[in-house]
């Protein structure tokens, strides 16, 4: 069975109800992404988790 279509309907524009910017991280978010990034790679001692406030992982 076919479907009617109405040839003079205006094509559906773009995205409908997402922004042109959906999916495209701000620039707030890289930089504490890469901050966090940063931390992850950075040199870990113990005084450092210490001092960081961090949980007693050793029970």
Do not use: I, N, S
């Given at each position: 069975m076919r479907t009617h279509t109405d040839s003079t309907a205006p094509a559906p524009a773009g995205r409908g109800l997402q922004s042109p910017a959906y999916g495209v991280p701000s620039p707030a978010l890289l930089a504490r992404?890469?901050?966090?990034?940063?931390?992850?790679?950075?040199?870990?001692?113990?005084?450092q988790d210490?001092?960081?406030?961090?949980?007693?992982?050793?029970r």
């Open positions: 992404a890469d901050r966090g990034f940063a931390r992850f790679l950075g040199q870990h001692d113990e005084d210490d001092v960081a406030g961090g949980e007693d992982t050793q």
